[in-house]
């Protein structure tokens, strides 16, 4: 019940495309959901992320589609460009404070062409 | 947001040997954790530093393959001891400022490998 599901292992897509990353999870007490991006030799960095009381957050080329009714989440990258090739991983945690863990997704790697 | 460093950022160790990782942050954050991510894997929980008191250690880790001291509220160390070659990893010290914070941020990572 702890497991969030990532998919596609891999995506290619071209310059210019949208990049699409979908999640989905069990746990219905997970109220905290991140999007980490992860580039060769350095550590993930926070992308963006959604709490579930919203539907959808925009951030830039970068938004998260969040359906609570089916658990699932995704990460749309608009406009993609050579740089946005990395890994993705998504995540979830919950409440309460001092045991709020992430749970990562398997990740995605990315490869934008140019 | 905070700034994490971790040292060495790679290291190439013997078989039976120890090697201690350090986390500095640039600020006071009240959780602190330790990753460990395989080659081309997701990433797993080692433990939660707890400061003052000992490590709150996940399935799977234990305390004596993997002490972790937390003196304050801005550093940690992780030993990783007598390592074999199943040791080699990515692994990532971690921080959330605050309790009622959601946000969580991973340093550059100290890359392992054990010969």
């Known amino acids: 019940q702890q497991q969030v599901k990532q998919s596609p292992q891999s995506l290619i897509v071209q310059k210019g495309g949208i990049s699409i990353i979908n999640c989905a999870y069990e746990n219905t007490a997970f109220d905290y959901f991140p999007w980490y991006q992860q580039f060769p030799g350095k550590g993930p960095a926070l992308l963006i992320a959604?709490?579930?009381?919203?539907s959808e957050k925009k951030e830039g080329r970068f938004t998260i589609s969040f359906n609570k009714s089916a658990k699932q989440f995704s990460l749309h990258i608009m406009d993609s460009q050579p740089g946005d090739s990395a890994t993705y991983f998504c995540a979830a945690s919950r409440s309460p404070g001092s045991a709020r863990q992430l749970t990562f997704g398997s990740g995605t790697q990315l490869t934008v062409l140019p | 947001s905070a700034v994490i460093s971790q040292k060495p950022s790679r290291d190439i160790c013997q078989r039976g040997t120890s090697l201690t990782i350090q986390c500095q942050v640039d600020s006071q954050v009240t959780m602190m954790f330790w990753y460990r991510q395989q080659p081309g894997q997701s990433l797993t929980l080692i433990a939660t530093?707890?400061?003052?008191?000992?490590?709150?250690?996940e399935s799977g880790f234990v305390i004596d393959k993997f002490p972790i001291s937390r003196p304050n509220l801005t550093f940690s160390t992780l030993t990783v001891s007598n390592m074999s070659p199943e040791d080699s990893s990515i692994y990532l010290c971690?921080?959330?400022?605050?309790?009622?914070?959601?946000?969580?941020?991973f340093g550059p990572g100290t890359r392992l490998t054990v010969t």
């Open positions: 971690s921080v959330r400022p605050g309790l009622s914070t959601y946000e969580q941020y």
């Open positions: 959604i709490r579930p009381d919203v």
């Open positions: 530093a707890n400061q003052g008191s000992e490590a709150t250690y």
